[in-house]
T-cell receptor, first 117, second 112 residues
Framework: NAGVMQNPRHLVRRRGQEARLRCSPMKGHSHVYWYRQLPEEGLKFMVYLQKENIIDESGMPKERFSAEFPKEGPSILRIQQVVRGDSAAYFC???????????????FGEGSRLTVL | SQKIEQNSEALNIQEGKTATLTCNYTNYSPAYLQWYRQDPGRGPVFLLLIRENEKEKRKERLKVTFDTTLKQSLFHITASQPADSATYLCAPGSSNTGKLIFGQGTTLQVKP
């Protein structure tokens, strides 16, 4: 059973370009979470999605960032018009159910490292 | 606002000793608390979960305590080994929300 798959693992973009990060959850998992980690900092929650629904996007910047988890295919985190401050590691995690139910653990991918030149 | 505090200074200990990491939280009452390990350049990996009605949980050389009065969890690694060197993250979880919020982590360095 493959783990959470993220790609690309490394992405370099120039300021103003778009970045698309993909996350395929573990088989059977319908809940996806995106986190951002800046160097020497902790994981910051961005967004929580279920298939075709955004459940909680309280951690998403209001502009330029969007996320989706379609019925078919991976979850996508999209950053438009990237700026240098977007440079970070973006981690995706999945769970078979809402973590609020019985405290389900999260399974993380290895992250996508975005560098904005 | 909700706040999670872990010791930001790295913890350096000698191999064989017990490492104790602290996680304090304020302004909420988690129903459970999870601990994760993160190695450089890798994603976090789940270690242990403890619920609010549990005082202590053990798994091999790991022990976690959860004091809801002090609003604190302690994470112990006994007989520590250099392979235990990593960053350890705590994540108190609420039954009111589906998301999991993490502390900034404490880096443990075990010297041989």
């Amino acid at each position: 059973n493959a783990g959470v798959m993220q790609n690309p693992r490394h992405l370099v973009r120039r300021r103003g370009q778009e970045a698309r990060l993909r996350c395929s959850p573990m088989k059977g998992h319908s809940h996806v979470y995106w986190y951002r980690q800046l160097p020497e900092e902790g994981l910051k929650f961005m967004v929580y999605l279920q298939k075709e629904n955004i459940i909680d996007e309280s951690g998403m910047p209001k502009e330029r960032f969007s996320a989706e988890f379609p019925k078919e295919g991976p979850s996508i985190l999209r950053i438009q018009q990237v700026v240098r401050g977007d440079s970070a590691a973006y981690f995706c995690a999945s769970s078979p159910r809402d973590t609020s139910l019985a405290g389900g653990e999260l399974f993380f991918g290895e992250g996508s490292r975005l560098t904005v030149l | 606002s909700q706040k999670i505090e872990q010791n930001s200074e790295a913890l350096n200990i000698q191999e064989g000793k017990t490492a104790t990491l602290t996680c304090n939280y304020t302004n909420y009452s988690p129903a459970y608390l999870q601990w994760y390990r993160q190695d450089p350049g890798r994603g976090p990996v789940f270690l242990l979960l403890i619920r609010e009605n549990e005082k202590e949980k053990r798994k091999e050389r790991l022990k976690v305590t959860f004091d809801t009065t002090l609003k604190q969890s302690l994470f112990h690694i006994t007989a520590s080994q250099p392979a235990d060197s990593a960053t350890y993250l705590c994540a108190p979880g609420s039954s009111n929300t589906g998301k999991l919020i993490f502390g900034q982590g404490t880096t443990l360095q075990v010297k041989p």
